[in-house]
């Protein structure tokens, strides 16, 4: 069974404090995702990685950056945390141009 | 870019009724077609997906159909239970090398009433 984990289920924030969320594969997957999930919205590509090391912009990479130093991990960063972050993070991981397996989620709130 | 679209946002149906959710897609570059499945609480996970060379793909109470010269597909539930409440979303995209980036649908809320 494919496992995808974040660091995280819940977190809350002050505006302007960096925020760090972690997500960890246990697959050997090469491709590793950051979504928000917000109502209405559905879910939307922040940062993409396909390799260590290699990381392309999503849909709304504004405000966020990403960490890929080894294979299994793929970190999310807010450099300063804002409000309008206030959000559902997903995780997911794939192996070619397959099924994306998501993690949990974590619900952020920034203050 | 890619713009995506999910019909009805919300359906209510009684328990063994069907349900039908259609997605409309914009970019003709799209030739992979996944539903995922979110229940209350719970991850989003793949149901079902279809590829561009085929019409229509089933597996037991699911169906997916797609329209490419129209650019949109459906999925079908037939015989709803309780259980296929959720948030449905369609993510279409076109297969790029290694991965697929996929563009989601807002959703759509379906409830199944006993």
């Known amino acids: 069974d494919v496992k995808v984990t974040q660091s995280s289920r819940y977190l809350v924030k002050r505006t302007g404090e960096k925020v760090f969320l972690e997500c960890v594969q246990d697959m050997d997957h090469e491709n590793m995702f950051w979504y928000r999930q917000d109502p209405g919205l559905g879910l939307r590509l922040i940062y993409f990685s396909y390799d260590v090391k290699m990381k392309e912009k999503g849909d709304i990479p504004e405000g966020y950056s990403v960490s890929r130093e080894k294979k299994e991990r793929f970190s999310l960063i807010l450099e300063s945390a804002s409000t309008n972050q206030t959000s559902m993070y997903l995780c997911?991981?794939?192996?070619?141009?397959?099924?994306?397996?998501f993690g949990p989620g974590t619900r952020l709130t920034v203050l | 870019g890619e713009n995506v679209e999910q019909h009805p946002s919300t359906l209510s149906v009684q328990e063994g009724d069907s349900a039908v959710i259609k997605c409309t897609y914009s970019d003709s570059a799209s030739n992979y077609f996944p539903w995922y499945k979110q229940e209350l609480g719970k991850r989003p996970q793949l149901i079902i997906d279809i590829r561009s060379n085929v019409g229509e793909k089933k597996d037991q109470r699911i169906a997916v159909t797609l329209n490419k010269t129209a650019k949109h597909f459906s999925l079908h539930i037939t015989e709803t239970q309780p259980e296929d409440s959720a948030v449905y979303f369609c993510?279409?995209?076109?297969?790029?090398?290694?991965?697929?980036?996929?563009?989601f649908g807002a959703g759509t809320r379906l409830a199944v009433h006993p």
């Open positions: 993510a279409p995209s076109p297969l790029s090398g290694g991965y697929n980036k996929l563009i």
């Open positions: 997911a991981s794939s192996s070619g141009a397959r099924e994306q397996f």
